[in-house]
C-alpha cells in the first residue's frame, strides 16, 4: 500500500510459502531495491505492518505458518500505534 506499492507494485503472486516472511524474502530477492527503501524508509522513521484478513502480525508472527488470504503490507509512522507486525 501507499508509497510501497506504487513504487514496487501493488500485487505480487507467489504459491506455496510457509509464512509471511518468505513473501519478504522473495520480494527482497527479486526487487533487492525493495529491501533497500525497506531499511531507508525504517531510518526516516516510518516502519511496516503485515496484516492478513485484517489481523496484524507481530514480529514473531511473520515466521508461523499462514492462511491463502493475501498478505498486506502497510506503512505506519514509527510511534504510532502498537507497531506489531514491523518489517
Known amino acids: 500500500m ?3 506499492g506504487e513504487r514496487f507494485g501493488a500485487e505480487h503472486t507467489y504459491y506455496n510459502l510457509r509464512n509471511a516472511a518468505d513473501a519478504i524474502k522473495l520480494l527482497c530477492i527479486n526487487m533487492p531495491e525493495f529491501k533497500d527503501y525497506l ?3 525504517e531510518e526516516n522513521g516510518i516502519g511496516y505492518q ?3 484478513g485484517g489481523v496484524d ?3 514473531e508472527d511473520l515466521i508461523l505458518p499462514f492462511g491463502e488470504r493475501d498478505l498486506v503490507i502497510v506503512p505506519v509512522l514509527s510511534g504510532s ?3 506489531g507486525g514491523q518489517v
Do not use: K, R
Request: aromatic share 14%.
Open 81 to 83: 500505534g502498537e507497531g
Open 2 to 4: 501507499g508509497e510501497l
Open 50 to 52: 503485515v496484516l492478513q
Open 39 to 41: 531499511l531507508e524508509s
Open 57 to 59: 502480525f507481530s514480529y
